[in-house]
């Protein structure tokens, strides 16, 4: 059986301190997972990046009178407004640099549809529309995520392979969070519905 890594969103704009969206310690991330994808224990690793348009729906400068951190409503359910991030060609969307980028076998950007948001590695916000990885993944494989953030590419990514029939474990040591607290209960939830979590 075939074992994989998927590295969620390790960009600039989560990983380093200037970043617009910065993760607390997400940069403490990044050696644990060069040492993961040097290992040699995966016979497949896979990089998620956070790939937005300037109008997204997501950034709450598109959003008259919104700020950061508030919640909308939209056709897919409730988006929180987030900081301009990840927008497509820019510093904040590339790879940190100390990430070993070289050894991804390959890459799937999300979030590039201005009219929805992507969390999952596997499918977009509305949990219909895919990214592709899914057709990859589609049942009876072992993989492990790690990656930015906890509480949500991470999180998201996570239920879905589970929901799509995979053996999936959370390496905690190589993921870090927007929050500690949203962290933890992202952790919780996921090993509630048998998501094994190595901390």
């Avoid at 992507?118 to 499918?123: D, V």
């Avoid at 949990?127 to 953030?149: C, H, K, P, S």
């Avoid at 589970?162 to 999936?168: K, S, T, Y």
């Amino acid at each position: 059986m075939s074992k994989s890594l998927i590295v969620i969103d390790v960009q600039n704009d989560f990983a380093a301190p200037s970043g617009a969206l910065y993760c607390p310690r997400g940069e403490t991330i990044i050696e644990p997972v060069n040492r993961l994808m040097a290992s040699g224990e995966y016979d497949l690793i896979v990089a998620t990046q956070d790939w937005h348009p300037k109008d997204h729906i997501s950034f709450a400068s598109n959003r008259k009178g919104k700020k950061p951190f508030e919640t909308i409503a939209t056709d897919y359910g409730d988006q929180v407004l987030w900081p301009d991030h990840c927008v497509q060609e820019s510093f904040g969307a590339a790879f940190h640099k100390r990430l070993d980028s070289f050894r991804f076998n390959f890459i799937v950007r999300k979030g590039a549809n201005p009219n929805i948001d992507s969390y999952s590695a596997f499918f977009e916000n509305d949990g219909v529309t895919t990214t592709g990885l899914e057709r990859l993944f589609n049942g009876g494989y072992d993989i492990d995520l790690v990656g930015l953030a906890t509480d949500f590419c991470v999180r998201f990514s996570a239920i879905d392979a589970l929901r799509l029939g995979n053996r999936v474990r959370l390496l905690a040591a190589a993921c870090a969070g927007v929050t500690d607290e949203g962290a933890a209960k992202a952790l919780d939830d996921l090993r509630s519905i048998g998501v094994m979590i190595k901390v």
